[in-house]
């Protein structure tokens, strides 16, 4: 076969459909890259995936605007050069390498990865990118702690620092009204029971896309937990990021899925919260947290914005 090498190939991660990997493996392969919140370590199993599936020989990554650089394996002759994306997000040029020259299921199998590997990755280069931040204004009263501090924190698991990482920052002295709305899909508990954790998983991630999709592009939107997702809203009063939360509500009502035997219609509860009621990140995840604990507190399908007094 002669040399593959896509050099301004373009992946997109909504332009996908997996070809070579059956639903369950498709599931286990994205939860080991979405435990990775650090760009070397996902992209060092993501080469250990695709020298094991693939034959690659090495692979490098490159995304300048954050000095990132990165090698894994030995390089050879044939290439496949990729611009990755996430919607309009660039997200760097990724080259595999390979000794030989590939086999069609092999580049197929390849594209198959890197596409399971963008959400985790773009996942990871939001959090470098906050901790440069971090370490180039460390006296922000928005995030108030450094990088090494952040690290010891017990409050934030590393799936909500993913969450916080574009929360409210300082510019020209003057506060952004960011917000932040968590999600708590309604009866998950009852789901899981009830279809096992494989379908409760493809129902959140469901949600997750339908959200997603529903929402402007600039708005962040990521699995925080089982059965939680946490939406941020850059330049949002808290009046605009409840009525985004209503929306939210009614892409989550109008979420139909079929071939399946839940046959209730899906809700959640949300809490609203923004970053000028806190002077932490911490302090903007535990305001929503609380927001959304007395919206659940209220009964399903309920939408409670976090008071300050």
Request: proline share 3%; glycine share 6%; net charge negative.
């Amino acid at each position: 076969m002669a040399e593959h090498n896509p050099a301004r190939a373009e992946l997109n991660v909504a332009h996908l459909q997996l070809e070579h990997f059956d639903s369950a493996t498709a599931l286990r392969l994205s939860q080991a890259f979405g435990d990775k919140t650090q760009v070397d370590e996902l992209l060092r199993l993501l080469f250990t995936q695709l020298r094991a599936l693939c034959r690659a020989s090495g692979l490098s990554y490159t995304y300048p605007s954050l000095a990132l650089d990165y090698n894994f394996g030995q390089q050879h002759r044939h290439t496949a050069e990729y611009n990755l994306h996430y919607r309009d997000q660039p997200l760097g040029t990724l080259t595999l390498y390979y000794a030989l020259a590939q086999h069609q299921h092999e580049i197929e199998t390849a594209e198959d990865l890197l596409s399971l590997a963008l959400v985790p990755l773009r996942n990871a280069v939001t959090i470098a990118a906050y901790q440069g931040e971090a370490q180039s204004h460390p006296y922000s009263n928005i995030h108030p702690l450094p990088v090494n501090s952040r690290a010891k924190s017990p409050q934030l698991s590393s799936a909500e620092e993913i969450a916080l990482a574009e929360v409210a920052a300082i510019s020209d002295g003057e506060q952004k009204a960011d917000a932040l709305v968590l999600v708590a899909l309604d009866n998950y508990a009852g789901i899981l029971q009830r279809d096992g954790e494989e379908w409760a998983h493809i129902i959140m991630t469901s949600v997750h896309q339908q959200v997603s999709d529903g929402l402007r592009s600039a708005d962040g939107v990521y699995h925080i937990g089982n059965d939680q997702i946490a939406v941020l809203l850059p330049h949002t009063t808290l009046g605009q990021a409840k009525q985004v939360a209503e929306k939210i509500r009614v892409l989550i009502a109008s979420l139909h899925l079929r071939g399946n035997n839940v046959e209730d219609q899906l809700t959640a509860c949300m809490g609203v919260a923004n970053a000028v009621q806190g002077l932490s990140a911490e302090q903007v995840m535990a305001n929503a947290r609380t927001a959304l604990a007395d919206a659940q507190t209220a009964g399903a399908n309920q939408i409670n914005v976090f008071n300050s007094g």
